[in-house]
């Protein structure tokens, strides 16, 4: 196999990094995302008013439901739940179980999951949909 090295990355971990770009903002299948992680909490003890901060990522990503099969052997997950790509390159702050996701028609989803692949190229998150009030 032939590779060419440029750096402590080669052509096919570059090549790898730019078709997943290309699938996960795909503009026929990408969504519109805002990823919201909580990242510091103050407590005013004198008040008792509580502070939170969070990052707050727009991006782009790929959302697709759980199958049935998924849901099943999960024995965690329901239906409903969607399994969400977001390119690693794209986030300020690495998401937590504690982040949330907001699509582009203003619906929101917990965070259930967060998984890293192998190369750090994206996060695949798995989300639940959450009561709007």
Known sequence: MNRSETGPMNIDVLDMMARVRGLVTDS???VSLTLTTPTAESLDAASGLLTRTSAVNPC???MAPLTLREVEASGVYQVGDQ????????LTVEPTTASWVTDGSGDTYAVLTVERDPLQVFREL???RMEQD
Not at 83 to 90: G, L, P, S, W
């Open 83 to 90: 399994r969400v790509y977001v390119m690693a390159a794209d």
């Open 126 to 128: 798995i989300v639940r």
């Open 28 to 30: 026929d299948i990408a």
């Open 60 to 62: 782009e990503g790929y």
